[in-house]
């Protein structure tokens, strides 16, 4: 009589969960804001430019996401939109992994960018590596913070940019200043109205966020009108920066459907969300182009 025995997971599955745990369809949203940031900043392309992107590219994921999985499991179990390219329900056996690995991967990242600026640069860093911590770590867990979750949420995505233009030498004028300021509401808003479709998960697992206190109908409203001053702040960025103020008009459009949304109803919104996800890569790919030729023309 044969015995029947479980086959254990080998290294290059626990590889696997890690790297799912970081995003990969995500990983272009934080490095192309700095690559772009520092480039337009005047600063030439060369090893930085690739330790910068490089380490937004992944490192920074791997932290950001991973503890979100790590942390989260527990209401993460209970979502029925996790467990795809929305958000991995990380196994506890990886758990440990995961932590380990995203700090190994940032550590040395992080000496090198530290060395290579000055105190502004550094500055830019802590504020960005703080705010991936505090959004889902223990103790802290901004993302449970009503307002300050999207606040911090944006911080992820706009952080990498101003470092790039730190980093360059780049001065911060006023169309630098308003460009980065629209692209920080578009943030906030699109975090806002992501929130949405976990209303009733949230609060079933007792987790706040800026949905659950201010209900769909409201915070999707929101999200709308941080769209809208987006497009304008994009307005006053003055020529050629004026005319991204039309690539929050389509963000807006997808929302605006849930406006009057019931808060029993929340999880019509995924479809929107869905939306995002695609709209991203779109504006992104068109964003690319645009800068291209503005490029080749000088």
């Not at 005047?42 to 930085?48: A, D, H, K, S, V």
């Not at 991967?105 to 090198?112: A, C, E, G, R, Y």
């Not at 802590?126 to 913070?145: C, D, I």
Request: overall charge positive; charged content about 10%; some cysteine.
């Amino acid at each position: 009589m044969t015995t029947a025995t479980t086959a254990r997971p080998g290294p290059l599955a626990g590889l696997g969960q890690v790297l799912l745990a970081s995003r990969p369809l995500s990983w272009i949203n934080t490095a192309y804001p700095f690559a772009v940031a520092y480039l337009l900043a005047g600063g030439e392309p060369g090893w930085l430019l690739a330790v910068g992107t490089l380490y937004f590219l992944v490192p920074y994921n791997l932290l950001m996401y991973g503890l979100n999985d790590v942390f989260d499991y527990a209401s993460d179990l209970a979502n029925p939109r996790k467990g795809g390219i929305e958000g991995a329900v990380l196994d506890d056996r990886w758990h440990r992994a995961t932590l380990w690995s995203a700090v190994a991967s940032n550590v040395p990242f992080l000496v090198v960018l530290l060395a290579a600026g000055g105190l502004a640069s550094g500055a830019v860093l802590a504020v960005s590596v703080f705010a991936v911590v505090a959004y889902s770590a223990p103790g802290l867990r901004f993302k449970e913070r009503p307002f300050l979750d999207s606040v911090t949420s944006s911080t992820h995505f706009v952080s990498p940019a101003v470092l790039g233009i730190a980093l360059a030498g780049g001065r911060f004028t006023a169309p630098v200043v308003a460009t980065l300021a629209a692209f920080f509401l578009w943030g906030a808003a699109s975090h806002a109205f992501g929130a949405v479709q976990d209303i009733t998960a949230d609060r079933g697992a007792g987790i706040a966020s800026i949905a659950t206190a201010l209900g769909a109908r409201r915070t999707v409203r929101l999200a709308m009108g941080g769209y809208a001053v987006s497009a304008v702040l994009m307005l006053t960025a003055g020529p050629p920066a004026a005319l991204a103020a039309v690539v929050p008009l389509p963000y807006l459009a997808s929302v605006a459907p849930y406006r009057h949304l019931d808060d029993t109803d929340c999880e019509q919104a995924h479809r929107g969300w869905r939306r995002f996800l695609w709209l991203n890569l779109a504006t992104g790919f068109l964003l690319t182009q645009a800068l291209i030729v503005a490029a080749l023309r000088t």
